[in-house]
């Protein structure tokens, strides 16, 4: 079984910038998957200090050798 997942941003990794961005769209819940990255996941979600009500999760990877971070939400089934 496979879950798919929209992807509403794919930007650069900076800590800033994602901690900007989910405190803008109110994340309280963040799932963090990672694939080619040094960043620890349970470490990411305490430095992010989340408050809110919804959800997102954060793809962290390398596209083209650059830290990238892909940020959607899985998709939802019928």
Partial sequence: YATGYEITDQLPFH?????ALLRER???VLT???RGSAVE???LRRKMKLQ???AATVFLT???GAPTMLIGQ???RP
């Fill in 15 to 19: 800590m800033k910038r994602l901690k």
């Fill in 26 to 28: 109110r994340i309280g």
């Fill in 62 to 64: 390398r596209v083209a």
């Fill in 52 to 54: 809110g009500p919804h």
């Fill in 32 to 34: 963090v998957k990672k």
């Fill in 41 to 43: 996941p349970e470490e």
């Fill in 74 to 76: 899985p998709l939802k």
